[in-house]
């Protein structure tokens, strides 16, 4: 049976990425100061304004102000055409306590409760060396290239804000060939698309296809809707986390938990996202399945998991999925603490994660694959 399934991902200058950008570099900058920081920083921007908000309780000093100029001028943007707003105040003393003394683990000093309650998901699959979706990875290849592309002015007159779509057609559950691209590309006011099309696609379509399977069929679109001048937050509102898909696994499996960016690990959404990834990517690596989804269930105050779930959509053939599942919580400690250090998630790495996905990309330490021999042990 053949489908189409796709993706979508945007560069670092679309307003939603901005404010992504931002708060985690707010993170970072608390962390590096105080790696027990707890941080949720929400971040919208707009016309000439950038607004940062949230709760930070810190013994660090972040200085909110330069970092989002810093980051504005970075990704393109005049940080002199924006007011910039701080409004900031500590965590609700109810949600650090259930963090600091877990109702479950009351004799273990060094655990610590989950910040919130959640269910989150984590897949992998074998459809590309990245072990994730070949959409997925092909969308955040072009808007990566786009982006560079702009900062070597490798393609002339483009903008910070852009745009990529990727459809593929699957038979029987593999991906068989790229059948559409969609790229929106911001311009300067003179340039015209049919200017610089042979330069995209010499500089960003065809090595973000390297290794794909493609065809003369493949239809590529670029600028649909036509002049693309006004772009980023003069153009559309930003606000952080609403590219909840982009940053995960595009529509291949169910989306869990919130917004990941401008959250301490001590949130279950962002900590136990990663896990959630680490897990199903080992397993796929150890070729227990091709296809693997894991969701993890927990509550706030509470340090284990209420629940883990596997599903390998039929694809493993060593055991059934609730077996896997109760060697999944033998090989990984799933506790927030558990995690935090298994992960090194109190190192200021988060601004990294902002732009072009938070999965399959080897750099980060959930998408490590050493946990797999340890869990053919426990299934043998």
Not at 138 to 154: E, V, W
Request: with cysteine.
């Amino acid at each position: 049976m053949r489908t189409f399934y796709s993706a979508e991902s945007v560069t670092e200058g679309h307003p939603d990425k901005l404010c992504d950008l931002i708060a985690d570099n707010v993170l970072d900058a608390c962390l590096t100061g105080d790696p027990a920081s707890r941080v949720a920083c929400e971040v919208m921007a707009t016309r000439g304004h950038i607004i940062v908000a949230g709760e930070i309780t810190t013994e660090a000093n972040p200085d909110v102000f330069n970092i989002a100029r810093d980051v504005l001028h970075s990704v393109g943007y005049d940080p002199k055409s924006f007011q910039i707003d701080c409004y900031l105040h500590p965590q609700s003393p109810d949600i650090a306590g259930a963090v600091e003394v877990p109702a479950d683990s009351p004799e273990d000093d060094e655990a610590i409760g989950a910040g919130d309650q959640g269910v989150v998901i984590g897949y992998a699959c074998n459809e590309t060396p990245e072990l994730m979706p070949m959409p997925v990875v092909i969308a955040h290849r072009l808007t990566s290239l786009l982006t560079l592309a702009r900062m070597t002015d490798a393609v002339h007159g483009i903008g910070p804000d852009g745009k990529a779509m990727v459809v593929v057609e699957y038979e029987d559950d593999k991906p068989l060939r790229v059948d559409q691209i969609l790229l929106s590309v911001q311009h300067e006011a003179g340039v015209h698309i049919e200017d610089i099309q042979a330069d995209i696609f010499a500089q960003v379509i065809l090595p973000a296809l390297k290794g794909m399977p493609t065809d003369d069929r493949m239809e590529v679109i670029l600028n649909p809707s036509g002049s693309f001048v006004v772009g980023g937050p003069e153009a559309d509102t930003g606000l952080t986390g609403r590219k909840l898909m982009v940053d995960a696994y595009g529509p291949f499996v169910s989306q869990g938990g919130g917004a990941l960016s401008g959250k301490d690990p001590t949130k279950i959404d962002r900590t136990a996202a990663y896990m959630a990834r680490y897990i199903a990517k080992n397993i796929v690596a150890a070729n227990i399945a091709d296809r693997c989804r894991v969701a993890l269930t927990y509550a706030i105050g509470m340090a284990k998991p209420m629940a883990v779930t596997v599903d390998t959509f039929q694809t493993c053939f060593r055991c059934d999925d609730e077996y896997l599942a109760a060697a999944v919580r033998h090989v990984f400690d799933l506790t927030p603490a558990g995690m935090i250090e298994t992960l090194h998630l109190q190192q200021p790495i988060y601004a990294r994660t902002a732009v072009g996905g938070h999965f399959g990309r080897e750099d980060f330490p959930w998408e490590q694959v050493d946990k797999s021999s340890l869990l053919m042990r426990a299934l043998s």
